[in-house]
């Protein structure tokens, strides 16, 4: 699998909850890991919920996210690496993250404090994950000004794309603004079951709105995607060989080509998921 030549910064965002943007956000992170890419997940979320799915800990007395974005402290004191996957690292998120976007206010160049403790972090990295809060206030804005590309998770249900108009506004505005290379790159249909109607209709509608954007794996509806969280892992680790697993793998591999303009061959998709099979056995 191709690695980028600059590090991408991926923001993952929809501040409608419960479409599977965490869960997207440490399984793409964990397989481009797996595929050999060195990667890092910035927790956005005071809920700090892909700290937990990565087996990160993450009380308040932990060196955190907050702690860059307020204290001006330098990134790589924050950052963990990630148990059971070489190259998947974690700047995490603890309790005090709630608060951040009221002490963000008096902050001098307080949109942009994310994108300079990237900058200035010298470890080589292939892509940066960032997970965003279910919100659109100052958090989302660092993240959006500190990346290029927007990947939105869209849930294969009703009301699957409510509140996505104010997101798209916020992506321009942002763009307009503050940061000129900012687009949404990917969207990835999340928890796609094929035995309904209506899980095929709402893909139907993405792939009509949104075109190429829209990658052409998708993740199902999961059990053991649900499960893995609260063993604090991904279900890269948790159940390898799940339908879950591979398709992530598997859209990790799409992502990745889109980063280097190279078009996805569905016709040879069938070896990617052989070669994504005889990896998770490897992990086993």
């Known amino acids: ?10 923001v993952v965002a929809n501040q409608k909850g419960g479409v599977g943007k965490t869960t997207t956000t440490v399984n793409l992170a964990a397989s481009l890991a797996l595929h050999g890419s060195r990667v890092l997940v ?15 800990d993450h009380h308040a007395e932990v060196p955190s996210i907050y702690d860059v974005l307020i204290e001006s402290r330098p990134l790589a004191e924050v950052v963990q690496p990630v148990p059971d996957v070489e190259g998947l ?19 001098v160049a307080r949109e942009s404090r994310l994108l300079r403790a990237i900058q200035a972090y010298e470890q080589p990295l292939d892509y940066i994950l960032i997970d965003c809060p279910p919100s659109l206030g100052l958090l989302t804005v660092n993240a959006m000004v500190a990346g290029a590309e927007v990947l939105i998770p869209i849930q294969c249900e009703y009301y699957a794309l409510e509140g996505l108009g104010q997101l798209l506004r916020n992506v321009d505005l942002v763009r307009g603004h503050l940061n ?6 990917t969207i990835l249909l999340t928890m796609y079951d094929g035995r309904t109607r209506l899980a095929s209709q709402v893909a139907d509608e993405v792939r009509t709105h949104f075109g190429n954007e829209v990658l052409r794996t998708s993740i199902p509806r999961s059990v ?3 499960e893995a ?6 279900v890269l680790t948790y159940d390898p060989g799940s339908s879950g697993a591979l398709s992530y793998l598997e859209a990790a591999r799409e992502l990745a080509l889109k980063g280097v303009d190279v078009s996805y061959d569905a016709t040879r998709a069938h070896i990617g998921a052989q070669n994504n099979r005889n990896m998770v056995e490897g992990i086993q």
């Open 229 to 234: 969280p609260s063993y604090g892992q991904t």
């Open 42 to 56: 910035v927790d956005l979320d005071p809920q700090g919920n892909a700290s937990t799915a990565l087996g990160i």
């Open 89 to 107: 690292f974690c700047a995490p998120a603890t309790i005090d993250l709630a608060g951040a976007e009221i002490e963000l206010v008096s902050l």
């Open 180 to 185: 000129p290379a900012l687009h949404v790159s």
């Open 224 to 226: 053991r995607i649900s």
């Open 1 to 10: 699998m191709p690695r980028p030549e600059q590090t991408r910064v991926i």
